[in-house]
């Protein structure tokens, strides 16, 4: 098996392409944590590898995005090569329940499904080939929330991205989308939870 690498527009992240299908066109998968691989051996044994912070699965490739900007890729790269040889060597699945991301559905409204054709046609294979990709969350009084997944997440240019490309090309199609947000994830969520907690106990011990 002969696996490339490619370079995302996040340094802290890296595309593997292994020559051979991971999930299939039109399917991917975010892993953010190791509690979300439970159903990928695939995916398991990657978070193994000292540094891997998440797993993207992408139709035919796999995104790593390291904890740490210190972490060097020539140290992770070979016990990545050998994770994704071994696993292929194996009878394994990559997915033992796999989910369709495509996003169509036969209750969405007409303006919906516009933006959902929209991006599987023409925003998303752009942002796979960065190793990424980018999800539909909802679409309420004229702003369009979507999450990126993959290298995409927490990249330094998402945000440009997000603004100059894929507002500038939703308003073009569909004047009724008037903004384009990032839509918060769990670990979002959580992260500013506990941000407030910590500023809140700040405050009271600077009061005393």
């Known amino acids: 098996m002969f696996i490339q690498t490619h370079e995302t527009p996040n340094p802290n992240s890296l595309k593997f392409v292994p020559g051979v299908e991971i999930l299939g066109k039109g399917q991917t998968k ?19 590898i000292e540094g891997v912070k998440s797993v993207f699965f992408g139709p035919d490739f796999i ?21 994704i040889m071994d696993f292929f060597a194996s ?15 036969e209750d969405d409204d007409e303006i919906v499904q ?6 599987d046609t023409k925003i998303r294979p752009t942002v796979q080939e960065d190793g990424g ?4 969350v ?3 009084n004229g702003t369009l929330k979507i999450r990126m997944q993959g290298s995409c997440t927490n ?5 440009v991205t997000l603004k100059n490309g894929i507002e500038n090309m939703m308003q073009f199609y569909i004047p009724e989308v008037l903004c384009v947000e990032e839509a918060e ?19 009271k011990s600077h009061d005393e």
């Open 30 to 48: 975010d892993f953010l944590k190791i509690t979300d691989a439970v159903c990928s051996p695939l995916a398991k044994m990657l978070f193994r």
């Open 63 to 83: 995104t790593i995005t390291k904890a740490d900007e210190d972490l060097e890729w020539y140290v992770m790269k070979p016990e990545v090569f050998a994770v």
């Open 91 to 105: 009878d394994l699945p990559v997915m033992r329940d796999v989910e369709s991301s495509s996003t169509t559905n």
């Open 114 to 119: 516009m933006i959902k054709e929209l991006l």
């Open 133 to 136: 990709d980018i999800v539909f």
């Open 138 to 140: 909802s679409f309420t």
């Open 155 to 159: 990249c330094p240019s998402s945000n």
């Open 185 to 203: 994830t769990e670990m979002d969520v959580v992260s500013k939870t506990e941000l407030e907690k910590l500023e809140k106990k700040l405050d």
